[in-house]
């Protein structure tokens, strides 16, 4: 009897609903965006929101490379370092931002495929292409500022 509460437990689970992306919701809480902007941590939004064109978000970028070449990203896209594109933890898969070094003012567009950053306190990792157009590749992090473009 255990073991069937157990096992419908399990198919009862399976069958809930998945959290998707969409492209047309819009984030509407100046809350929540006073709240990433001021922490720079994106885990604050909720999946499949998106932010409004022109909505801006200060925070650290990092970068991947080697080790993730060759791999499938989150979207299915298989992963180049050498081409420009950027990880995100909770933005809609297809968002294009311009993330410009706060260093440097250099800038790039990037367009999020993938999730990540996975280290507490970064807002972004940009592909070892993207990093190299803001010059970010000597110091592997910088401050930076996402605007979204589309």
Known sequence: MKYLFIVVAILFASCSS???FSSESVLNSSKV???MNNSGNNSI???GEKVSIGEKFNGKASYYADKYHGRMTANGEIFDMNKISAAHKTLPF???LLVTNLSNGKSVVVKINDRGPFISGRIIDLSKEAAKKIDMIKSGIAEVELEVIQ
């Open 33 to 35: 965006r006073e709240s």
């Open 18 to 20: 998945n959290v998707r």
């Open 94 to 96: 297809g968002t294009k």
């Open 45 to 47: 939004l909720k999946l």
